[in-house]
């Protein structure tokens, strides 16, 4: 959740969406984010729209506690009903995410899933996942967890060297990840994420492989790899201007890239969005599929985007302010933009290029299909099975995903 809402015409007081949002909802799946924007400390590098408790201490009152945060979100879920009205489909994912979702209670995340259930139904297969801190939970929380209906959990891991996680202020200690994924599996999730971040100041090649090898050999099903973005206003952007730590470099990221496509390949994970490797199609994270696609989702919680028939809007970000407007029935939500169908298609093209299975080349404009051929010579995009009809990244096209998508959307 970025910490800066874009632009976009006001929201009606009661959330109504235009009636072509649900025109053909029956094709595409539904899927809930839940957002709990409450963080013990803040991380350096972390420009999503968090909150410690200092920060909320007298900027909310009441309204921005943990303690109710649950029934104000349940309260969203509700007119969320509302506005979907007899919306038949039920929910095919849930992610809770943040800030730290595991710092409410576990009841409280099963209440929030509870309200979805209750008010939408839940898909027989219908994925649930929530992120975790490794500090913020133990076997207990995480046995709650599964039993009111959660069957995936995704760990904040980052990095197995603890200077690593010191540049980046993490707190948790290395090792606890590894020991969590062990706790998930033993309480009877199938289905376990480990996030990594590479690329951060003072890390080099052999740390990276590393924490890669203690991520792999944690055992989970799914691995995420990003790279560290420096984002403006943060604390790490801030040490690096004062010259306390080196910028990142876009040829080290490259570098860091390729080791962990080799060596998760090598473990026996396949990429099958660019920052994203499971060990079988059951483990790949269908939540952020529904983004890549362009299906529907609701995002509830402060600073939530959502997605529904070509309509996106965002919600307030204080958790105060979200509170207030709930409390007094109106939506939180702070503003939407229609989507027009050039912008879906745009946008088709930028999501669905990062997947294995690429976007369809029907896709393109003829300055864009003159590109992909282009690229296609270059080696960018591949050729065979994957590549007849579609444009589809290799290797070396990953690296450089946002150029080839500047070209095919002209």
């Not at 109504?16 to 094709?27: F, M, N, Q």
């Not at 604390?235 to 004062?242: G, K, Y």
């Not at 990062?354 to 864009?368: D, K, N, Q, V």
């Amino acid at each position: 959740m970025p910490s800066v809402l874009p632009d976009g015409e006001p929201m009606p007081e009661d959330g109504a969406l235009p009636d072509s949002a649900l025109e053909g909802a029956g094709e595409r799946p539904l899927g809930f984010y839940l957002h709990v924007p409450y963080c013990a400390t803040r991380c350096g590098y972390c420009d999503f729209n968090t909150y410690t408790a200092t920060e909320l201490r007298g900027s909310g009152g009441v309204l921005a506690s943990r303690d109710n945060y649950a029934a104000t979100l349940i309260d969203e879920i509700r007119l969320a009903r509302k506005v979907l009205g007899d919306d038949p489909r039920p929910v095919r994912t849930v992610f809770v995410g943040g800030g730290t979702p595991t710092l409410l209670p576990a009841a409280d995340l099963v209440r929030m899933l509870s309200a979805v259930r209750e008010e939408f139904g839940l898909a027989d297969d219908a994925e649930v996942t929530t992120e975790a801190n490794p500090e913020s939970v133990d076997r207990a929380y995480l046995e709650e967890l599964r039993a009111g209906g959660f069957n995936r959990v995704s760990f904040g891991m980052q990095s197995a060297k603890q200077h690593v996680l010191k540049i980046l202020d993490r707190t948790h200690t290395p090792g606890r990840p590894e020991a969590c994924v062990a706790e998930a599996r033993a309480a009877g999730f199938d289905h376990v994420n480990l996030d990594l971040i590479y690329g951060t100041p003072g890390e080099t090649d052999d740390d990276w492989r590393e924490s890669l090898a203690a991520a792999v050999g944690a055992g989970p099903d799914h691995i995420s790899a990003y790279a560290l973005i420096v984002e403006e206003g943060t604390q790490l952007a801030r040490r690096i201007r004062r010259g306390e730590v080196p910028m990142t470099d876009d040829d080290v990221h490259a570098d860091r890239y390729l080791i962990a496509d080799a060596v998760l390949e090598a473990a026996g994970f396949h990429w099958y969005e660019v920052s994203n490797w499971a060990t079988t199609e059951a483990g790949r994270c269908l939540h952020n599929e529904l983004y890549w696609r362009g299906a529907d989702w609701w995002g509830a919680g402060p600073g939530a985007h959502s997605h529904v028939g070509g309509v996106r809007w965002w919600n307030v970000k204080h958790p105060g302010a979200y509170a207030a407007a709930l409390a007094g029935g109106r939506t939180p939500g702070a503003g939407r933009e229609v989507l027009s169908s050039s912008d879906r298609r745009v946008e088709r093209i930028l999501l669905e290029l990062r997947l294995r299975e690429g976007c369809e080349l029907s896709l393109l404009r003829p300055a864009g299909l003159a590109a992909s051929r282009r690229h296609l010579s270059d080696g960018l995009l591949e050729p065979g099975p994957y590549g007849e009809g579609r444009a589809v990244l290799t290797l070396r096209g990953r690296l450089l995903a946002d150029g080839v998508v500047r070209d095919l959307v002209d």
